[in-house]
């Protein structure tokens, strides 16, 4: 009867929610918490510290010598007259929106080539994935000042077909963007990894029906392969635009931090470095910081939003 007690009493203690918890359970949670104390440290000192202060210094003017004094909206009104500003943000979007799509294009015309079963795969991967690596180190920047310059490897090859009054593409300001957005093209090794892994997860049962239908190569690339990989072109397009809007090395390098000639490569980033690191506008960089912050959010959002429209998932 005692024991029969002593089970009503646990039962009720559970319902209840009064029954603690063993003490084996304890100690794994401890475990657990411990394990990622380093992760919970490492977010709030590396990343939710510094967004927060650097959002309470947007409604500051802070020039790094002086204490932050308080302007309320004063520097996102500001930003509404700087022409610099607008400047670099129809560079930023011109980049990003030609860019992104022609990364893209070639990455996917690359994985259905790789994806006939070539020979050598890990290592033709190996080397698709490298500029991926390196495309926006130091290094690969100041090669690009070189191949493009007046005297670099573009003109040198065009001189032997007879054109030898190229310009210096990096220092034209009708080509220097065009430069960049040839570089972040010749970056698609991520994305070309992640088209091929969905490549291959597309079934072979779907082309052989479509083929024994009388359906060509083309009309079964429209008609399967695009649908069925739809989400992973989506998944790469997020990706690659929150990049390019973040891109800063290759600007910062070829034009030497100036943003030239003529502001062609003024990327934002760049901008707002100069802002805080050149002009010490701290509060000005941070409220810029909060903008790209809002525009990469809201251009995520909609693509989001757009993706119920052409985005096929099969189940």
């Known amino acids: 009867m005692s024991s029969l007690g002593e089970l009503r009493t646990l039962a009720q203690e559970r319902r209840s929610g009064k029954a603690g918890k063993p003490a084996v359970s304890r100690r794994e949670n401890l ?8 992760w919970i440290v490492g977010m709030l000192v590396f990343t939710i510290g510094p967004m927060l202060a650097s959002l309470y210094l947007a409604f500051t003017r802070y020039r790094l010598l002086k204490p932050p004094e308080w302007i309320g909206g004063q520097n996102f009104a500001d930003m509404l007259n700087d022409p610099v500003l607008a400047h670099s943000l129809r560079v930023t979007f011109t980049y990003v929106f030609v860019g992104v799509p022609l990364q893209l294009a070639v990455a996917l015309g690359l994985a259905l080539l790789l994806d006939r079963g070539l020979r050598g795969m890990g290592f033709y991967r190996s080397v698709f994935y490298l500029p991926s ?3 926006g180190s130091v290094a690969i920047a100041i090669l690009w000042r070189q191949v493009f310059g007046k005297n670099g490897i573009v003109n040198a090859a065009l001189g032997l077909i007879g054109i030898h009054d190229a310009p210096g593409w990096i220092g034209h300001p009708d080509y220097a963007l065009g430069t960049l957005i040839i570089l972040h093209v010749w970056t698609f090794g991520s994305p070309l990894i992640i088209f091929l892994a ?14 024994m239908d009388g359906a060509g190569k083309i009309r079964r690339f429209v008609s399967i392969t695009v649908p069925l990989l ?12 929150i990049f390019a809007f973040q891109s800063f090395t290759q600007a910062y390098i070829v034009s030497g931090g100036t943003g030239g000639p003529s502001d062609s490569t003024m990327f934002y980033t760049l901008y707002l470095y100069r802002k805080a690191f050149v002009d010490l506008q701290m509060g000005y960089a941070s409220a810029m910081a909060w903008l790209l912050l809002v525009i990469i959010g809201a251009l995520t ?5 757009l993706s119920k429209f052409w985005v096929f998932y099969d189940d």
Request: charged share 10%; glycine share 8%; proline share 7%.
């Open 31 to 38: 475990a657990g918490y411990l394990f990622l104390s380093p």
């Open 133 to 135: 690596l390196l495309g």
């Open 198 to 211: 969905g490549l291959r997860q597309i079934p072979e049962m779907y082309y052989e029906a479509a083929e």
């Open 230 to 241: 739809t989400p992973i072109i989506f998944f790469n397009l997020v990706l690659q635009v």
């Open 301 to 305: 959002a909609l693509m989001f939003w």
